[in-house]
């Protein structure tokens, strides 16, 4: 059975700087996505992921929308720029 993908090439720096624009390059859980990312260690990316639970819903849906946008090869949902009103203080 055939699903008609094609292979093609992920680069994970697209994906750093879309999560460094919507969490701000100095927040924690960007860091923390920053490192796993870097490490190629799905225990972190997951660790990273759980971390957003402690932000805005809004927040967590806009970093999901760009990882899932990224994962699929799909153009963001719209501009990201920095949210920071929108990061716990």
Do not use: C
């Amino acid at each position: 059975m055939e699903f008609g993908t094609t292979p093609r090439i992920v680069g994970i720096d697209r994906l750093r700087e879309r999560l460094r624009a919507l969490l701000g390059g100095d927040s924690l859980v960007f860091r923390r996505f920053d490192r796993a990312l870097r490490a190629g260690d799905p225990g972190r990316v997951a660790a990273a992921i759980d971390a957003l639970a402690l932000y805005p819903g809004e927040l967590r849906r806009e970093v999901e929308e760009a990882l899932f946008a990224w994962l699929f090869d799909e153009p963001a949902a719209r501009s990201l720029g920095r949210l920071d009103d929108r990061r716990p203080g």
